[in-house]
C-alpha cells in the first residue's frame, strides 16, 4: 500500500538487489605517531640485533676459556710428568745409595712414597682434563665423548691499547649499546604517547554500486553508482587524564632507562679497569715465575747431581723437587689466567 492510497497485489513478487563498494580509509595526521611507531620498531630490531651478538659474544668467550683449561690442564699434566721424571731419578739415587750401604732406607721409602704421590696425580689429571674435554665439548654442542685434541702451549702476544680500548667500549660493548637502544625505545614510548595530545585528520574514499529489481514496488528497478569522498578531523578535548597518565608513566620509565644506561657504563668502565689490572698483574707474576721455573729447575738438578755424589741429604732433593712442582703449578696457573684476562678485555670491547 503506497502513500498514494494505490494497493499493489502481486502473487509470487519478487524484489533482488545488488551492491558492491570499494572504500579507501587513509590517516593523513595523527600526530606524526605512524613516524614515530615506525621509528621505535626499528630500534626495537636493533635491539635485537645487539642482544644477540652479545650472546654470541658470551658464548665465543666461554668456548675459548674452556679451550684454554684444557690446554693448562694438558700443560699441568706435563708438569707432573716432568716432576715423575726427577722423582725417579731420585728414586734410582737412592736406590743405589742403599743398596752400597750408604743411604738410609727412610729417605728410600720416602722417595718410593712421593713416585707413587706423582704417579695418583697424573690419573687425577687424566681424569679432570677428560672432563674439562667434556665440558668443551658440550659448549659446541657435540657429543660429550667426540675426541680431539689441543695444543700444548698458551699464545700470550696479546698487547693491550688502553687509548684505543676506551675509545671503543662505549661504541662496541654490547651491555652499554643495549641500554643505549632501550633508553631509545623508551623516549620514543614518550614521544608516542605525547602524540595523544595531537588532533587526528583522516580521509575517506568509496567507489559504490547498488542495482535493485522488484515487480511490487513503485520503483521497478533502481541503479546508483560513482566515488564518493569524505573527511574527518578528530580533536582530543577530553580524555579523563588518561594520556597524561600515560605520559608521566613513559616519563619515569625514560629517565629510568637513562639512569640504566649511566649506570652500565659506569660498571663496564669499571670492569675494564680492574680487567687491565688484572691483566699486567698476570704479566708481572708470569714474567716472575718464568725465572722461578730456571732457578728452581737448576736447584734441582744441582740437588740431585749432590745427592748422587753423596754430599747433600734427601731431604733437600726432596725440597727442591716439592718447590720445582709448586713453581710450574703456579707456572701453568698465571699463563691461564692472564689468556682469560686477554679474552675478557677483547670481550668487553666486542673483538672475539
Known amino acids: 500500500q503506497l502513500v498514494s492510497g494505490t494497493t499493489i497485489e502481486r502473487t509470487n513478487g519478487y524484489s533482488n538487489s545488488f551492491n558492491a563498494a570499494v572504500a579507501l580509509n587513509w590517516n593523513l595526521f595523527d600526530g606524526t605517531k605512524m613516524f614515530i611507531t615506525k621509528n621505535k620498531l626499528g630500534q626495537i630490531e636493533k635491539l635485537g640485533e645487539i642482544q644477540f651478538r ?5 658464548a665465543v668467550y666461554n668456548i675459548i676459556v ?6 693448562s ?34 729417605d728410600l721409602l720416602q722417595a718410593k712414597i712421593d713416585l707413587n704421590v706423582n704417579r695418583e696425580l697424573e690419573i687425577n689429571q687424566k681424569t679432570v682434563i677428560l672432563n674439562s674435554k667434556h665440558s668443551l665439548n658440550e659448549l659446541l654442542s657435540r657429543d660429550p665423548l667426540t675426541p680431539f685434541e689441543v695444543g700444548d702451549t698458551i699464545p700470550l702476544n696479546y698487547k693491550p691499547d688502553v687509548k684505543d680500548l676506551m675509545q671503543k667500549l662505549y661504541s662496541a660493548n654490547t651491555s652499554i649499546l643495549s641500554y643505549q637502544k632501550q633508553a631509545d625505545i623508551a623516549r620514543l614510548s614518550l614521544s608516542e ?11 575517506n574514499a568509496a567507489y559504490n554500486f547498488l542495482q535493485s529489481n ?22 582530543p578535548i577530553y580524555q579523563a587524564g588518561n594520556v597524561s597518565r600515560q605520559v608521566k608513566s613513559a616519563r619515569i620509565q625514560a629517565s629510568s632507562a637513562q639512569i640504566g644506561l649511566e649506570s652500565i ?13 688484572d691483566f699486567e698483574d698476570q704479566q708481572q707474576l708470569l714474567k716472575y715465575e718464568k725465572e722461578n721455573y730456571t732457578l728452581a729447575k737448576e736447584n734441582l738438578n744441582i740437588s740431585l747431581e749432590r745427592l748422587r755424589l753423596g754430599q747433600t741429604t734427601a731431604l733437600e732433593v726432596r725440597q727442591a723437587s716439592e718447590s720445582f712442582a709448586n713453581c710450574l703449578a703456579r707456572l701453568v696457573a698465571f699463563q691461564y689466567n692472564l689468556k682469560v684476562a686477554e679474552t675478557r678485555l677483547k670481550q668487553l670491547v666486542a673483538e672475539l
Open 54 to 58: 652479545e650472546l654470541v659474544q658470551q
Open 66 to 71: 674452556a679451550y684454554y683449561t684444557v690446554v
Open 73 to 106: 690442564q694438558k700443560q699441568q699434566l706435563q708438569s707432573i710428568n716432568e716432576v715423575m721424571a726427577y722423582n725417579i731419578e731420585r728414586v734410582k739415587i737412592l736406590q743405589k745409595s742403599f743398596d752400597a750401604g750408604l743411604g738410609r732406607k727412610t
Open 193 to 203: 604517547y605525547k602524540t595523544l595530545y595531537m588532533p587526528r585528520l583522516n580521509i
Open 214 to 235: 522488484s515487480n511490487a514496488s513503485q520503483v521497478l528497478s533502481n541503479r546508483s553508482y560513482g566515488p564518493q569522498l569524505g573527511g574527518s578531523l578528530v580533536m
Open 265 to 277: 657504563k659506569l660498571r663496564i668502565n669499571t670492569e675494564l679497569q680492574r680487567a687491565l689490572v
